[in-house]
């Protein structure tokens, strides 16, 4: 009898060997899924951290924003005048910005804040002139400065992920503390008066 000739039976149902490795790969792609959405959904997308905590902001010399009234730009030689500041991110086109602005307000018109000395300055992020004119004539101004990022270039160097995001700056120019997303009334009490009351130790 020739090999050709010669026949195989087909090995019986579950005779094959199991091969553990063969379901490695799957065993992985579920435990990256598992760890990544419990990063993403888990705890207060406002505490994510900052690579910048700590360090100095990052050099920038912002524009004023065309059309408004006793504006200088921005800088950050601004930002290193011996007080606490409040660097807030936002833009005319976004719709939480809009919902925090009244915090913006309430910060800037409180008295005892104003005698310690804080700042609330503003970056206007990839904003038309405009339409930003026209979000602080109808809301109220609670900036000292502002200064217009187009490009939004000074964004990114500060780690910025969307706006609104609000950065608590030392007088030196240390980043003290970094708020993602719009504050709140509870955020204010909680954690940025907190915050605040720390950077000027």
Not at 22 to 43: A, C, D, E, K, T
Not at 46 to 61: D, Q
């Amino acid at each position: 009898m020739s090999l050709q000739d010669e026949k195989i039976d087909p090995p019986a149902p579950g005779a094959w060997p199991f091969n553990p490795f063969v379901l490695l790969p799957l065993v992985i792609f579920v435990g990256l899924v598992v760890l990544f959405s419990g990063r993403l959904f888990s705890g207060d997308p406002a505490k994510l951290p900052s690579t910048l905590i700590g360090k100095p902001v990052p050099a920038f010399a912002l524009p004023p924003v065309e059309g408004m009234a006793n504006q200088a730009g921005l800088g950050d030689a601004d930002l290193r005048q011996g007080r606490v500041t409040l660097v807030n991110m936002f833009a005319s086109w976004c719709v939480p910005c809009h919902q925090e602005h009244a915090i913006l307000m309430q910060l800037a018109q409180d008295q005892a804040l104003k005698e310690a000395g804080l700042r609330i300055v503003g970056i206007a992020y990839k904003d038309a002139p405009d339409k930003l004119r026209g979000f602080l004539d109808q809301n109220g101004d609670p900036y000292a400065q502002v200064g217009a990022d187009r490009a939004g270039r000074t964004a990114i160097d500060f780690g910025v992920y969307g706006v609104p995001e609000t950065f608590i700056v030392k007088g030196d120019g240390t980043i003290a503390y970094k708020f993602i997303g719009p504050m709140s009334e509870e955020s204010l009490r909680d954690t940025i008066l907190p915050e605040i009351a720390k950077a000027a130790k």
